[in-house]
């Protein structure tokens, strides 16, 4: 099992005062999970200024974190050797969408979810290839949850996906879907980022993991679009493609993108909950390189496969 204490090398995001005004967050681009300072004054303040200086140098930083207790314990500046493997594997989205400002409340599920009628995104052009039908869409759905690492097995692929640990590694769990979809299933898939920016969180009750709430400042899971053919009397027929997200770490089955943003805003687990932005990006995009508006790639799987073995025993809940 994974130890508490994870040094990684990272790229500060952002360093803010939480929205009650009593804490200091600190948000990485390779981690969606928020994280505090330490409780003792004098290591809150050496983490402080040395976060400070990486974001305003777009420095690396090798940081100690708890993930368990949300907290950056330690921070360093990483050896040559880390800048350069990090760098070899920091490959970055060419041409990314735009990111888009959202009131979540305001969505109308009616049309917001229409493909042809709101979500006119143009990486749709890049692939034709939609799935046929939400049957289809809930078998897709269906095979990847059962390659979850809190199930028994034998798993259909390698290294199994950990659904279950919905504190991080969105990014890990969406690329390796979109493997599966791509690459098993030929069908087309994107990715659909959320953003919690300025003092917003993003807010979920891990009901499907025990109910505890989890804040994260982004998340990322797999779009599909999703062809649907309604037959009215007498001669009527609509066809038309609905954007659906794939989620198992949240969800039972494919969910309407506005059902999966409106999710992220569960007001019993924060009172600002609220989602800033959402981004729609071609399925090579894994996680934000320099907050919301860029984006790194995993072409070889390589980050993506290393990330689920690491979290492959974690869990959500106490």
């Known amino acids: 099992m994974r130890p508490t204490k994870e040094p990684a090398i990272l790229t500060v995001a952002d360093v803010r005062e939480s929205p009650a005004g009593d804490a200091i967050e600190v948000l990485f681009n390779e981690r969606q999970q928020i994280y505090s300072l330490p409780s003792a004054v004098r290591a809150r303040e050496a983490v402080h200024g040395r976060l400070r200086e990486a974001l305003e140098r777009s420095a690396l930083v090798k940081a100690t974190l708890n993930p368990r207790r949300g907290v950056v314990e330690r921070v360093t500046e990483p050896a040559e050797r880390e800048v350069r493997e990090f760098d070899k594997l920091r490959i970055p989205l ?84 979109r493997q599966i979809i791509e690459d098993q299933y030929g069908y087309c898939t994107e990715k659909v980022f959320s953003f919690a920016l300025g003092n917003d969180t993003l807010a979920v009750r891990a009901n499907k993991w025990g109910g505890c709430c989890v ?52 007001k019993t687990c924060a009172d600002y909950a609220k989602v800033t932005m959402y981004s729609i990006q071609p399925s090579s995009a894994y996680w934000p390189s320099g907050g919301p508006s860029s984006f790194g790639t995993d072409p070889t799987y390589a980050l993506t496969n290393q990330t689920l073995l690491d979290y492959k025993n974690l869990t959500t809940c106490p």
Request: aromatic share 14%; with cysteine; glycine share 2%.
């Open 215 to 266: 804040w994260w400042w982004y998340h990322v899971a797999p779009l599909v679009r999703v062809r649907v053919r309604i037959k009215l009397p007498p001669f009527v027929n609509l066809d038309f493609q609905l954007a659906m997200v794939i989620d198992p770490s949240m969800f039972d089955k494919p969910v309407l993108l506005s059902t999966w943003l409106m999710a992220q805003e569960e």
């Open 94 to 177: 060419e041409n990314p969408e735009k990111t888009l400002r959202i009131d979540v409340a305001r969505i109308d599920p009616t049309t917001f979810n229409i493909v042809d009628y709101y979500l006119k995104v143009p990486c749709f052009k890049l692939c034709t290839k939609v799935i046929p039908s939400y049957k289809v869409a809930k078998d897709i759905f269906d095979f990847c949850a059962a390659q979850s690492c809190h199930l028994p097995g034998p798993y259909a692929i390698s290294p199994c996906i950990p659904f279950q640990y919905v504190r991080d590694g969105c990014y890990a769990r969406a690329h390796k879907m």
